[in-house]
């Protein structure tokens, strides 16, 4: 079976204290008979979650986990703000409960005051929601889902996991003007930061999945926070610390579509003691990604907020180095998202060091462009997603960096479609598995919103200069299948909009948003102190020390 050379089996997550390979009498560590859907950019995701909370009815069950809330965020205009529509749920009769990341304090830029917020005004309405710092030092929760579950409509039930926060600057589209309730980032991105992203919706069986993690974290009976400061707090503004039982878990919905899904997760090895789902931590999304990466042939093909950390694209490169025919295409954002005179370096020197690693390994074949929408302004890539030779693909709240490989909590996706897709080629790794529908479709689709090869009805605006041409004379999207034809593709439009810009922006704009990365020159006195800020602050280590040393996950 296909799904058995791509995908963890028993055994191979690596933490047999969790219950998510128990809850199926075959013991299988994926779910089957699933519709897993992507939902591309905030607004996608927004809207259609607004549609499926205000759906719900007393009696319902509404789960979520988040790294940043802002309750004034609108999910589709007016009235329509996420702590508005989660209290109306509440005092409908729908228990609501949800788990933030308490954070650190605001003046280091996170979000311990929205968060406190958030919970504060969802516990008037008779919901709830803890802050969470059951982390390791210096770490968050990065988890981010929403699970919905109908008491007597279960055809009804969804999940959402992805990399998209119910907070300010997701609630985007694929014009990427920017969220209007924007935070600040980079001075590049402007007042109101454009912003890519990924969701998926998700039905079936692996809803189940899904609300058993948040019951696992849940259902932890350790302190919200061990800081004697923040339990004092506590204390003190007689903040909710102690979770409410939970009603027990449903059935599963019936099998309904032809997606495999198996759930990764990274949880860190917690000083002292563990968590109990999770003993001496977890790493399944670093061991799922370099499983697929073994598999790997034809293209890699990559959206990540980071790509960073040269002892996380050491597979990647193992890969390239393995394989001569294998290409890699990243999308990363063009400028880190913050850019003061400490942060900008120790920001920096990680995707300076890892893509160095990755073309020392795959020279040519490694491409790795910015965004930018057309208005020339740089676009802030949020996205966590991976697609391997059109079979394997993964999204989630994971980024391509040790933080999320082994320090924070994190979820992801990956989705094996049972569903061969016909076009050519059908093989594109000669391995035999076969392109599938979900996974071609999902890279089609980011790949042609790069090359502005989108219905122009779905983003309201015309592209702004000619498709780039194809002289095989079948339709650029077709072609796009063909791995090698999609690498030259996002090369050739790269390069046109780098040449318009070179001479000065002169003529009409060439159609796409391609911009060819390169990583900008830090100077070597600035190297060093970076490197160890780097290790210590930015992309810390959460593996058990044995691990470190034998250089596993």
Known sequence: MTRVRWLLVRGERGNPATRLDDRRPDGAAWSWGNEARPLVHGASYFAELLAGVDAMRAGDLLLFTDWRG???????????????????????????????????????????????????????????????????????????????????????????????????????????????????????????????????????????DVEAVFRERWEDPAPLSRSPLTRLRER????????????????????????????????????????????????????????????????IYLEDQYLWSPRVVAGFAEALRR??????????????????????????????????????????????????????????VHAKVCVIDDVWACVGSDNINL???????????????????????????????????????????????????????LIDEDPPGPAPADPDGASAQEALCDPVEAFEAFRAAAAALDAWHDGGCRGPRPAGRLRRYAPPDLPARHRLPARLLHRVLVDPDGRPMGLRMRRRF
């Open 403 to 457: 933080r999320s490989w082994t320090h924070d909590s994190e979820l992801g996706c990956a989705v094996h479609d049972e569903s061969p897709d016909p076009r050519r080629p059908r093989d594109p790794g000669g391995l035999g598995d076969g392109a599938r529908v979900f996974a071609r479709e999902l890279r089609l689709e980011l790949m042609r919103e790069h090359l502005d090869l989108m219905d122009t009805d």
């Open 323 to 380: 394989q001569p025919e294998l290409r890699m295409i990243g999308v990363v954002p063009t400028f880190p998202d913050e850019d003061g005179r400490l942060t900008l370096p120790m920001n920096l020197i990680g995707r300076i060091n890892a893509l160095a690693e990755l073309r020392r390994a795959g020279g040519d074949r490694v491409a790795v462009y910015g965004l930018e929408n057309h208005a020339g302004t740089p676009v802030y």
């Open 236 to 299: 003190m503004h007689r903040e909710d610390v102690s979770a409410d039982r939970l009603p027990p878990q449903a059935p599963d919905p019936a099998p309904c579509g032809a997606h495999t899904v198996q759930l990764l997760r990274t949880y860190p090895n917690r000083l002292l003691f563990g968590y109990p789902f999770a003993p001496d931590g977890e790493r399944s999304i670093a061991r799922g990604y370099l499983k697929a990466l073994r598999r790997a042939r034809a293209l």
């Open 70 to 208: 802002d309750p004034d965020e609108r999910l589709d205009g007016p009235g329509s703000e996420i702590g508005t529509v989660l209290c109306r749920a509440a005092e409908r009769g729908v228990m609501v409960k949800g788990l933030l990341w308490r954070s650190h304090l605001d003046s280091l830029h996170f979000s311990q005051k929205e968060n406190l917020r958030f919970g504060e005004e969802l516990a008037r309405a008779g919901g709830e929601c803890l802050l969470d710092m059951r982390v390791r030092p210096g770490g968050s929760h990065h988890q981010k889902l929403v699970v919905l579950r109908h008491r007597d409509r279960p055809e009804r039930d969804v999940a959402y996991v992805g990399g998209i926060d119910l907070c300010h600057n997701r609630n985007d589209d694929a014009r990427h003007r920017g969220d209007r309730q924007s935070l600040p980032v980079a001075a590049a991105y402007g007042p109101h930061p454009p912003w890519h992203d990924v969701q998926l919706a998700l039905r079936g069986p692996v809803v189940g």
